[in-house]
């Protein structure tokens, strides 16, 4: 087993990918912790559990052609069960004595809780949580999974629907704040096992177990894809029908990519929790949702290290430009979107694949297009290009 | 123009100098305190300036309400310049951008006491945001002066609460609503957080152990809820004698306009808010209001020469159209208080800033006497004010001075 | 106490309450029924849309007030129709710049029109302010019609009422009996064909796309009277719209007015009996519950693919 290992690796990954995983990993483990303070570092931690989402998406949207808009559930129920375990051990009847109700989490005691519900008793245990923080998230997604594709419900439909679900889920947990913490999310977390998770040593500790889990899930997702079933995913986006045909059970494929896809968010949620020091229903929402989504498109939809890059550079973007032209932010990012749909489609894979000057001229002629058909368009001709375009296809 | 300016300005900080006349007289001698003695905890002070933080949402849902917030905790700020600064020291901000988003929040407060080392922070709006900051500020030992009025239920030695909590806010106006409106009967509605949560269960509890009212209704709407139709009906169907309404964002204006709308004016029907200041009544149109009470600790139209000086000073920088409400005033205060601590401790450091603080007063104050309570919290008044159409509030009534108790026992 | 009498008040009164929220979910549904219904496009910024009409209200309430008292009373009506003019107009720019070269890849569209959301609710927070405006309604607009001294019908959900009844007329003359409308549901069912057919489906693409922006203004200067005017306020409905277009079945029209209704209606009802939160939690849940079992909607149109 342990001589296959590396067989397997090199096996799975071209010379050409392997290069590129080991500059990612020498980025997050060498150079990141050396160049930066830990403030800084934490940040980087923080976006990197975004990335985590991103991954996720590649497989789901990039692979699996169903785009879901509301990874933020995942997300955030992930970073739910990791807070629930931390509030309860932040709630001891010692800290917690000046409560009608000592030993129980603040925001339960101000809503004349007076015992712990039933759904927070498994997450006084940390194996429990650490069990529930990919289940949790995973049974969810399989039961949505099932439920529409076994339908053949996809492509926008799903999109919308998944939507729905993150706008039902967020104001379930604001409207709950007895059970949940509200619109507050569940704050003031302070250890883990008696572990401080807020001084500068655990946060150094927190962001090597950050990066190794994103690393050992970007091996696992590359892994993945070589396989037979990264095979049919690929086919499946491409010629649904044919896949079908063959004789798969393409709805089956389409929720192992969408369960795949939320338990890595789910991870990201809780290392989220652990390195920022809370939980709030705001990741839950629609608009952290689709912010992951180009996140994902700007590293370049089927690239499973681009989903990294992606999300650090939208994130460090946001940052640098938030503090210096809050102003200009939201037209940079708004442009950055549609930049990346018109010009950049395959994201910053795209560029790295093509090489800088190719896929730049790439984009040129793409911009020159633009232009020209804007032209032609305003001659009003009676065949548009993409309607040839249609034709072609039709005729194949 | 300039030379109104100037005039005013003059007549401003003559008032001022006999609040803080240590102050000003320490501000000309910056030299009697030498950095190495106000700063001995490595904060971003030099012999001439000193740095603080501004922490609002500047963009996102947001940025409606905090505008007003950023533009009172600057025109503070400039005065105190224009007065010869803190210790001799010209204040320097650093504003960042919260998003309306919690985790950014997080993010910049860590930034402004990690990276900038700034000396306070003035900022955060919502509940959420401050819950976000505040395990940042007690483990980095910043400062933090909150503006909102909020449901109380904290008490951090990092934080002043220049806002009222939930019982300064409620109780006084409640006692109003039954002595001069005889209500008896009660409807309670809110947006669905916990805010309006906290506050109405505040309500609920002294409307039934001591008013002895009773609540017919109680009813939350979820954030941006737009559709008031049935709600209004069940208020029709229980006719209560009051409705108390804790309704925020823009539900606010749906609600308000629907109300109107369905016949429910105030030639019929009481309705206190305390979620409604002169900021909200900009949207909402003052029209489709008119006639209904808030309960607030200031109002814009409060008739005294403090508040002149300071409404004249704030539209002679933001604009004539620009209106100011309870939050806004509450930010100004800010920089005030924090600047009568740091001289009563003689120095930056945040923990001799903290021990200066209690009892701290305030006599510029546009709403009037203020004056800083051990917990943290301010000693203030509570107002009731009828809205007006021109989107000013009529002020009906004062109280005395309520002590603030954010934990209040038998209200839990 | 409570006598029959007023029982019934309340229950006319309620009636009234689940029509007039059936036509605010119409109106905003219409517009993109049209777009994403009929051409395909995920417009996330249809909210944004709708902000235009709310703010061109505003505009013009102001310039009444200030120079032309004589049309405060009147206003309104033209500022209806300004809205559609200048909606529709950003439409067909956005689509002559962005949405037309994404007209195959609907996924892609969502990301491009989100951005162009975030860009427009910017440009609305640098023209107007961060804060709220609230445009001065005419008198007329914000009173209530009392039939009996129990009963008041507000007047401006009467209005909504016209109004949708209104659009939804100009949108079915317009697709079930014109040529045009002959045009754009060829483009609609099969492209190829409507352009081997000769028919310029760019062209039906950018008034369509154009049309229900136009839309989308006019429910906007609508809201005015029931919402609010910031940089925000048209993100709130999304959401609710979107789901609407899909329950209903996203080519149907008829779909789309019984999804409204029938939302409209479990709301009101769920509102009534049960509180706001959970009445608003409930209904998203039988939307979806049904959408799982029903994914195409109420109604659908039955093609070939």
């Given at each position: 087993?342990?001589?296959?290992?590396?067989?397997?690796?090199?096996?799975?990954?071209?010379?050409?990918?392997?290069?590129?995983?080991?500059?990612?990993?020498?980025?997050?483990?060498?150079?990141?912790?050396?160049?930066?303070?830990?403030?800084?570092?934490?940040?980087?931690?923080?976006?990197?559990?975004?990335?985590?989402?991103?991954?996720?998406?590649?497989?789901?949207?990039?692979?699996?052609?169903?785009?879901?808009?509301?990874?933020?559930?995942?997300?955030?129920?992930?970073?739910?069960?990791?807070?629930?375990?931390?509030?309860?051990?932040?709630?001891?009847?010692?800290?917690?004595?000046?409560?009608?109700?000592?030993?129980?989490?603040?925001?339960?005691?101000?809503?004349?809780?007076?015992?712990?519900?039933?759904?927070?008793?498994?997450?006084?245990?940390?194996?429990?949580?650490?069990?529930?923080?990919?289940?949790?998230?995973?049974?969810?997604?399989?039961?949505?999974?099932?439920?529409?594709?076994?339908?053949?419900?996809?492509?926008?439909?799903?999109?919308?629907?998944?939507q729905a679900i993150a706008a039902i889920l967020s104001i379930l947990i604001?409207?709950?704040?007895?059970?949940?913490?509200?619109?507050?999310?569940?704050?003031?977390?302070?250890?883990?096992?008696?572990?401080?998770?807020?001084?500068?040593?655990?946060?150094?500790?927190?962001?090597?177990?950050?990066?190794?889990?994103?690393?050992?899930?970007?091996?696992?997702?590359?892994?993945?894809?070589?396989?037979?079933?990264?095979?049919?995913?690929?086919?499946?986006?491409?010629?649904?029908?044919?896949?079908?045909?063959?004789?798969?059970?393409?709805?089956?494929?389409?929720?192992?990519?969408?369960?795949?896809?939320?338990?890595?968010?789910?991870?990201?949620?809780?290392?989220?929790?652990?390195?920022?020091?809370?939980?709030?229903?705001?990741?839950?929402?629609?608009?952290?949702?689709?912010?992951?989504?180009?996140?994902?498109?700007?590293?370049?939809?089927?690239?499973?290290?681009?989903?990294?890059?992606?999300?650090?550079?939208?994130?460090?973007?946001?940052?640098?430009?938030?503090?210096?032209?809050?102003?200009?932010?939201?037209?940079?990012?708004?442009?950055?979107?549609?930049?990346?749909?018109?010009?950049?489609?395959?994201?910053?894979?795209?560029?790295?694949?093509?090489?800088?000057?190719?896929?730049?001229?790439?984009?040129?002629?793409?911009?020159?297009?633009?232009?020209?058909?804007?032209?032609?368009?305003?001659?009003?001709?009676?065949?548009?290009?993409?309607?040839?375009?249609?034709?072609?296809?039709?005729?194949? | 123009?300039?030379?109104?300016?100037?005039?005013?300005?003059?007549?401003?900080?003559?008032?001022?100098?006999?609040?803080?006349?240590?102050?000003?007289?320490?501000?000309?001698?910056?030299?009697?305190?030498?950095?190495?003695?106000?700063?001995?905890?490595?904060?971003?002070?030099?012999?001439?300036?000193?740095?603080?933080?501004?922490?609002?949402?500047?963009?996102?849902?947001?940025?409606?309400?905090?505008?007003?917030?950023?533009?009172?905790?600057?025109?503070?700020?400039?005065?105190?310049?224009?007065?010869?600064?803190?210790?001799?020291?010209?204040?320097?901000?650093?504003?960042?951008?919260?998003?309306?988003?919690?985790?950014?929040?997080?993010?910049?407060?860590?930034?402004?006491?990690?990276?900038?080392?700034?000396?306070?922070?003035?900022?955060?709006?919502?509940?959420?945001?401050?819950?976000?900051?505040?395990?940042?500020?007690?483990?980095?030992?910043?400062?933090?002066?909150?503006?909102?009025?909020?449901?109380?239920?904290?008490?951090?030695?990092?934080?002043?609460?220049?806002?009222?909590?939930?019982?300064?806010?409620?109780?006084?106006?409640?006692?109003?609503?039954?002595?001069?409106?005889?209500?008896?009967?009660?409807?309670?509605?809110?947006?669905?957080?916990?805010?309006?949560?906290?506050?109405?269960?505040?309500?609920?509890?002294?409307?039934?152990?001591?008013?002895?009212?009773?609540?017919?209704?109680?009813?939350?709407?979820?954030?941006?809820?737009?559709?008031?139709?049935?709600?209004?009906?069940?208020?029709?169907?229980?006719?209560?004698?009051?409705?108390?309404?804790?309704?925020?964002?823009?539900?606010?204006?749906?609600?308000?306009?629907?109300?109107?709308?369905?016949?429910?004016?105030?030639?019929?029907?009481?309705?206190?808010?305390?979620?409604?200041?002169?900021?909200?009544?900009?949207?909402?149109?003052?029209?489709?209001?008119?006639?209904?009470?808030?309960?607030?600790?200031?109002?814009?139209?409060?008739?005294?020469?403090?508040?002149?000086?300071?409404?004249?000073?704030?539209?002679?920088?933001?604009?004539?159209?620009?209106?100011?409400?309870?939050?806004?005033?509450?930010?100004?205060?800010?920089?005030?208080?924090?600047?009568?601590?740091?001289?009563?401790?003689?120095?930056?450091?945040?923990?001799?800033?903290?021990?200066?603080?209690?009892?701290?007063?305030?006599?510029?104050?546009?709403?009037?006497?203020?004056?800083?309570?051990?917990?943290?919290?301010?000693?203030?008044?509570?107002?009731?004010?009828?809205?007006?159409?021109?989107?000013?509030?009529?002020?009906?009534?004062?109280?005395?001075?309520?002590?603030?108790?954010?934990?209040?026992?038998?209200?839990? | 106490?409570?006598?029959?009498?007023?029982?019934?008040?309340?229950?006319?009164?309620?009636?009234?309450?689940?029509?007039?929220?059936?036509?605010?979910?119409?109106?905003?549904?219409?517009?993109?029924?049209?777009?994403?219904?009929?051409?395909?496009?995920?417009?996330?910024?249809?909210?944004?849309?709708?902000?235009?009409?709310?703010?061109?209200?505003?505009?013009?309430?102001?310039?009444?007030?200030?120079?032309?008292?004589?049309?405060?009373?009147?206003?309104?009506?033209?500022?209806?129709?300004?809205?559609?003019?200048?909606?529709?107009?950003?439409?067909?720019?956005?689509?002559?710049?962005?949405?037309?070269?994404?007209?195959?890849?609907?996924?892609?569209?969502?990301?491009?029109?989100?951005?162009?959301?975030?860009?427009?609710?910017?440009?609305?927070?640098?023209?107007?302010?961060?804060?709220?405006?609230?445009?001065?309604?005419?008198?007329?607009?914000?009173?209530?019609?009392?039939?009996?001294?129990?009963?008041?019908?507000?007047?401006?959900?009467?209005?909504?009422?016209?109004?949708?009844?209104?659009?939804?007329?100009?949108?079915?003359?317009?697709?079930?009996?014109?040529?045009?409308?002959?045009?754009?549901?060829?483009?609609?069912?099969?492209?190829?064909?409507?352009?081997?057919?000769?028919?310029?489906?760019?062209?039906?693409?950018?008034?369509?796309?154009?049309?229900?922006?136009?839309?989308a203004g006019m429910a906007g200067a609508a809201f005015t009277t029931i919402?609010?005017?910031?940089?925000?306020?048209?993100?709130?409905?999304?959401?609710?719209?979107?789901?609407?277009?899909?329950?209903?079945?996203?080519?149907?029209?008829?779909?789309?007015?019984?999804?409204?209704?029938?939302?409209?209606?479990?709301?009101?009802t769920a509102e009534f009996f049960l509180t706001g939160s959970t009445a608003?939690?409930?209904?998203?849940?039988?939307?979806?519950?049904?959408?799982?079992?029903?994914?195409?909607?109420?109604?659908?149109?039955?093609?070939?693919?």
């Amino acid at each position: 087993m342990g001589s296959s290992w590396q067989a397997r690796l090199t096996k799975v990954t071209s010379n050409k990918e392997l290069t590129s995983f080991l500059i990612l990993a020498a980025l997050l483990l060498v150079v990141f912790p050396l160049s930066m303070g830990i403030f800084r570092l934490n940040l980087v931690g923080k976006y990197l559990t975004y990335a985590f989402v991103a991954m996720g998406l590649v497989i789901s949207w990039g692979y699996g052609g169903i785009l879901s808009l509301g990874q933020g559930v995942f997300f955030g129920l992930g970073g739910y069960c990791m807070a629930m375990f931390l509030k309860l051990e932040a709630s001891d009847p010692v800290a917690t004595a000046i409560q009608s109700t000592p030993g129980i989490p603040d925001f339960m005691d101000w809503n004349q809780l007076t015992a712990l519900p039933f759904f927070w008793v498994p997450f006084k245990s940390l194996a429990l949580s650490l069990i529930a923080v990919p289940l949790v998230p995973a049974l969810l997604a399989l039961l949505v999974g099932v439920a529409m594709f076994k339908r053949r419900v996809g492509g926008v439909y799903f999109a919308i629907i998944t939507q729905a679900i993150a706008a039902i889920l967020s104001i379930l947990i604001i409207g709950q704040q007895g059970y949940t913490g509200g619109v507050n999310g569940i704050t003031d977390l302070k250890t883990m096992h008696g572990w401080d998770i807020r001084t500068d040593s655990a946060k150094y500790v927190l962001y090597f177990v950050n990066a190794f889990l994103l690393l050992g899930a970007a091996l696992v997702t590359t892994g993945m894809l070589k396989s037979k079933l990264g095979r049919l995913l690929v086919a499946m986006r491409d010629k649904e029908d044919r896949v079908r045909f063959s004789g798969y059970d393409v709805a089956n494929l389409k929720t192992f990519a969408f369960v795949f896809a939320a338990v890595l968010s789910a991870l990201g949620g809780a290392m989220f929790t652990l390195q920022v020091g809370f939980m709030s229903p705001s990741f839950v929402g629609i608009v952290p949702s689709i912010e992951m989504v180009i996140c994902a498109a700007v590293g370049g939809r089927d690239s499973v290290l681009g989903a990294v890059y992606g999300t650090l550079i939208v994130n460090f973007g946001k940052t640098f430009f938030s503090e210096r032209f809050p102003e200009l932010w939201l037209f940079l990012i708004g442009a950055l979107f549609i930049a990346v749909v018109l010009v950049f489609p395959n994201g910053l894979a795209g560029l790295n694949r093509e090489g800088i000057r190719k896929s730049w001229s790439g984009a040129r002629k793409r911009i020159l297009g633009l232009r020209d058909r804007w032209r032609r368009s305003s001659s009003s001709d009676a065949m548009p290009p993409a309607v040839k375009q249609d034709v072609k296809e039709a005729m194949r | 123009m300039g030379n109104r300016q100037y005039t005013y300005r003059s007549k401003l900080f003559s008032a001022l100098s006999a609040a803080c006349a240590l102050g000003i007289a320490t501000a000309a001698v910056a030299a009697d305190y030498p950095t190495a003695k106000v700063n001995t905890t490595g904060l971003a002070v030099t012999d001439t300036e000193v740095t603080v933080g501004q922490l609002h949402s500047a963009t996102g849902t947001m940025a409606i309400s905090e505008t007003g917030s950023i533009q009172a905790e600057r025109l503070a700020i400039d005065q105190i310049n224009a007065s010869g600064g803190i210790l001799g020291r010209k204040i320097k901000i650093i504003q960042e951008d919260g998003a309306s988003d919690w985790p950014t929040f997080a993010e910049k407060a860590k930034k402004l006491l990690i990276s900038d080392k700034v000396a306070t922070v003035f900022g955060c709006w919502t509940s959420a945001s401050r819950k976000a900051v505040l395990p940042v500020f007690e483990k980095e030992n910043g400062l933090l002066y909150y503006p909102t009025f909020y449901e109380g239920l904290e008490q951090s030695k990092n934080v002043f609460y220049t806002g009222q909590e939930a019982t300064q806010q409620i109780l006084a106006g409640l006692d109003w609503l039954v002595k001069e409106k005889k209500a008896k009967t009660f409807f309670l509605i809110g947006s669905d957080y916990i805010w309006p949560r906290t506050s109405n269960k505040i309500a609920r509890k002294h409307i039934e152990n001591v008013l002895k009212g009773t609540v017919v209704g109680e009813e939350y709407y979820p954030l941006g809820h737009t559709q008031f139709g049935s709600l209004i009906n069940k208020i029709k169907l229980k006719k209560p004698d009051a409705i108390y309404a804790i309704v925020v964002g823009g539900s606010n204006v749906s609600f308000y306009k629907q109300l109107k709308a369905a016949g429910v004016t105030s030639a019929k029907q009481t309705l206190l808010t305390i979620s409604v200041t002169e900021d909200e009544l900009l949207g909402i149109g003052g029209e489709n209001m008119v006639g209904f009470y808030a309960a607030m600790k200031y109002f814009q139209s409060l008739d005294n020469p403090n508040n002149k000086k300071f409404v004249e000073a704030f539209k002679a920088k933001y604009g004539a159209k620009s209106v100011i409400g309870d939050v806004t005033q509450a930010g100004y205060l800010g920089p005030w208080l924090w600047k009568a601590a740091v001289e009563k401790a003689g120095s930056f450091d945040v923990d001799k800033v903290v021990a200066a603080s209690p009892n701290i007063e305030l006599k510029t104050a546009p709403e009037g006497y203020v004056k800083l309570h051990p917990n943290h919290h301010l000693w203030s008044k509570l107002r009731i004010g009828q809205v007006e159409l021109n989107g000013q509030f009529k002020v009906l009534y004062e109280s005395g001075l309520i002590e603030p108790n954010p934990f209040p026992k038998g209200y839990q | 106490m409570t006598s029959m009498s007023d029982l019934f008040s309340i229950l006319i009164m309620q009636g009234f309450n689940g029509l007039s929220s059936f036509c605010v979910l119409l109106l905003m549904a219409l517009g993109l029924a049209i777009i994403f219904g009929q051409m395909g496009v995920i417009n996330m910024a249809h909210g944004e849309f709708l902000t235009i009409g709310a703010y061109t209200t505003f505009v013009l309430s102001e310039v009444s007030q200030r120079w032309a008292h004589w049309m405060q009373g009147s206003y309104f009506i033209v500022a209806v129709a300004v809205s559609f003019v200048i909606a529709a107009a950003v439409g067909l720019l956005v689509e002559h710049l962005m949405i037309r070269h994404l007209y195959r890849r609907p996924l892609d569209t969502l990301l491009a029109t989100w951005g162009l959301s975030l860009i427009m609710q910017q440009i609305f927070r640098s023209t107007f302010g961060a804060k709220e405006v609230s445009a001065t309604l005419p008198d007329w607009l914000m009173g209530s019609v009392q039939p009996t001294p129990t009963i008041d019908i507000p007047i401006n959900g009467l209005l909504m009422m016209g109004l949708t009844l209104l659009m939804t007329m100009i949108v079915f003359i317009g697709l079930f009996k014109t040529r045009w409308g002959v045009w754009v549901r060829a483009t609609t069912q099969n492209r190829i064909m409507a352009g081997a057919a000769g028919i310029n489906t760019r062209k039906i693409d950018r008034y369509a796309f154009g049309l229900g922006c136009g839309l989308a203004g006019m429910a906007g200067a609508a809201f005015t009277t029931i919402g609010s005017t910031g940089p925000t306020s048209g993100s709130m409905y999304i959401v609710d719209t979107f789901l609407v277009v899909v329950f209903g079945g996203a080519q149907s029209l008829i779909g789309c007015i019984a999804s409204a209704f029938s939302i409209a209606q479990a709301q009101s009802t769920a509102e009534f009996f049960l509180t706001g939160s959970t009445a608003k939690v409930l209904t998203l849940l039988t939307v979806i519950v049904i959408l799982m079992l029903r994914p195409q909607g109420l109604f659908s149109i039955r093609v070939r693919r």
